[in-house]
């Protein structure tokens, strides 16, 4: 197994979000709606961004997920819901 410390992690993190805000600064508005063909699909600059999106999302989840099996009653929570609307019970 390849593990990377906490500070790599995060460092590595901020790499990618910046090399992101730099991607979809140099995006022109008008051209969001223009198609491509990107591995394969027909999409639209918009679709592949929202497409590129979801798929970091997923792994932002499946890192927490493994790192909260790794650590077990190790793990903390450092934010947990303060009422209703944001899913307190």
């Known amino acids: 197994m390849n593990t990377v410390s906490k500070k790599?992690?995060?460092?590595q993190i901020s790499v990618l979000d910046k090399k992101i805000q730099d991607t979809v600064l140099q995006i022109a508005p008008e051209s969001l709606l223009?198609?491509?063909?990107?591995?394969?699909?027909?999409e639209t600059v918009m679709s592949a961004l929202i497409a590129a999106l979801t798929h970091l999302e997923l792994h932002t989840g499946q890192i927490s997920f493994l790192t909260k099996l790794m650590l077990d009653k190790d793990y903390k929570v450092y934010w947990k819901p303060l009422n209703k609307e944001q899913g307190k019970e």
């Open 8 to 11: 790599e992690l995060l460092q």
């Open 34 to 42: 223009a198609h491509r063909r990107i591995q394969g699909f027909d």
